[in-house]
């Protein structure tokens, strides 16, 4: 199914795809072998549909956190698969007159009780930062920011409405224009 969701995709031409997480089955509790498996076949489907995918980093993606095979030493533990395979876990990029900017928001958070804890709703300090410069630095563009959890799984983003949680298992895309597009004459 998969396949054929990838070739379907293709046939649509489209310009990009924004891939919001969960690129792989299971990895925080899979093997080693089983979640190369899994990056192999996304990557061996996705790389030749001619289809530009700007890939982020979900739940899924962290490999171990609960396989006991895995120590927090280890250096495929967390988000190596991912950065191995497709570099930062946060990146920006630019179509037209929007910035891009694809979220990590997940964070180890290690206890006495629990080494290889993990919270999925908040970014790591460097990351926040990067994040906070970068959309600075483009608060001219339409501003698009994508990312595997819901927004409001992070209690420090600042909205001016209540947001409500989407159960419907969408994902979560902000859409942030000051001033608006149409005040900037597109459309």
């Known amino acids: 199914r998969f396949v054929e969701a990838i070739a379907e995709v293709a046939d649509l031409e489209p310009a990009f795809v924004l891939s919001t997480g969960d690129l792989w089955l299971e990895s925080n509790t899979a093997t080693p072998e089983a979640i190369e498996r899994w990056r192999d076949l996304y990557r061996d489907t996705t790389e ?4 530009r995918f700007y890939n982020t980093i979900g739940n899924n993606e962290i ?3 609960e396989n006991p095979d895995f120590l927090p030493e280890d250096p ?4 190596f698969y991912f950065r191995d395979t497709y570099g930062p876990t946060a990146y920006s990029f630019d179509r037209g007159p929007f910035h891009f900017v694809a979220l990590d928001t997940h964070r180890p ?17 460097e990351i926040r930062a990067w ?3 970068d959309l600075e630095a483009h608060a001219e563009r339409v ?3 994508v990312n595997h959890e819901p927004f409001h799984y992070d209690e420090s983003w600042d909205f ?3 947001r409500v949680a989407d159960d419907a298992g969408l994902f979560d895309c902000l859409l942030y224009t ?5 005040d900037r004459g597109w459309g």
Not at 48 to 51: E, K, L, M, R, T
Not at 110 to 119: Q, R
Not at 178 to 182: D, E, F, M, V
């Open 48 to 51: 030749p549909s001619g289809v």
């Open 63 to 65: 490999a171990g956190f």
């Open 76 to 79: 495929r533990y967390g988000k």
């Open 109 to 125: 958070k290690p206890t006495d009780e629990e080494p290889k804890a993990w919270t999925f709703g908040e970014m790591e300090p």
């Open 131 to 133: 994040a906070d410069a």
């Open 143 to 145: 501003l698009v920011a």
């Open 160 to 162: 001016e409405e209540p």
């Open 178 to 182: 000051s001033p608006s597009p149409r």
